[in-house]
């Protein structure tokens, strides 16, 4: 089996040649690799040059559209641009930040993982970010999902569940997509990877609103994105965000915007979800 990856960029001259550098000294290589230039405004793609130059395996790509950062359409949207220039050989595919460190075993592993098991539809480590001067883990882990900054996905699924949906939850709803089509999500805890920069650093609060959105349009319902947002805003330690969750989830539904699954996987989502949380309260 072999693997692509697409790499989203966005401003990201500080980071990325520490990424692609961890991605050139991997003991197991990605067949090709697609940055995105996401209409940066510094010298992104000027250090990703100096990678192409010397790995023909590297490819950059330009992509326009507005300045500014809004979780989940933006980058999906820069994700397709790079998807568009794979050719279909690939039998795994990757989507990664640009602000990464990955440990030099960690395709290696990731691809064994695929391979010993075809069941196996996503896989992917754990993220740890710097605090005093120390790497722990990021707080929003959790054993059961794939963090959204690196996912592999087997080329059935990714195929299946109609590639990633250009929107606020993506990195949710393609997991219980890939549980609706019954495949399996396999997280490896040993595959720490060094995640540079903060998770929605720069978000503001027209992007907080849009994770109620992301909320509604999988079809939770309002029991269980009170629930999830309450736990959320505690993850990230900022109860206040509750707050914005829910007005999100109200916007969303008065504005009448598109589900992102069908009813019959909203159904199963809800189910899904529920037994999630009973199995914790009991």
């Known amino acids: 089996m072999n693997y692509s990856i697409i790499i989203p960029a966005y401003n ?11 991605l050139v000294e991997q003991t197991r290589q990605a067949e090709q690799i697609v940055v995105v230039d996401d209409n940066s405004t510094d010298q992104t793609a000027t250090v990703v040059s100096t990678y192409q130059s010397q790995y023909p395996h590297i490819k950059l790509v330009y992509k326009q559209s507005d300045n500014i950062h809004l979780p989940g359409s933006k980058v999906i949207q820069a994700f397709q641009t790079g998807f568009n220039q794979l050719d ?21 592993q990731v691809m064994t993982t695929f391979e010993d098991n075809p069941k ?6 754990f993220a740890y970010i710097e605090k005093n001067g120390k790497w722990i883990l990021e707080n929003l882990t959790d054993p059961d999902h794939i963090r959204g900054a690196f996912k592999a996905y087997r080329k059935s699924l990714f195929v299946q569940m109609g ?5 606020m939850g993506w990195d949710t709803v393609d997991e219980l997509l890939c549980r609706f089509y019954q495949w399996e999500i396999v997280t490896l805890p040993e595959l ?5 920069k903060p998770t929605g650093a720069l978000y503001n609060k027209t992007a907080r609103y849009k994770q109620g959105e992301a909320f509604y349009s999988l079809q939770y319902g309002i029991a269980i994105t009170l629930i999830a947002a309450l736990k959320l805003a505690i993850k990230k330690k900022r109860p206040l965000l509750f707050f914005d969750y829910i007005q999100g989830y ?8 598109s589900f992102l699954v069908t009813d019959e996987q ?13 199995s914790k309260l009991i």
């Not at 279909?88 to 290696?108: G, M, N, Q």
């Not at 720490?192 to 540079?196: A, C, G, I, M």
């Not at 909203?266 to 009973?278: A, C, L, V």
Request: aromatic share 12%.
């Open 192 to 196: 720490k990877v060094k995640h540079l």
């Open 12 to 22: 990201e001259e500080a980071f990325i040649g520490r990424t692609l550098q961890s």
């Open 120 to 125: 196996v539809g996503m896989v992917g480590g």
């Open 266 to 278: 909203g159904r199963y989502i809800r189910n899904y979800r529920w037994k999630k949380i009973k």
């Open 163 to 167: 590639g990633l949906k250009p929107a």
């Open 88 to 108: 279909a050989s690939y039998d795994v595919i990757v989507k990664l930040d640009a602000d990464l460190i990955l440990p030099t075993d960690y395709f290696e």
């Open 250 to 257: 109200y916007q969303a539904k008065k504005q009448g915007i």
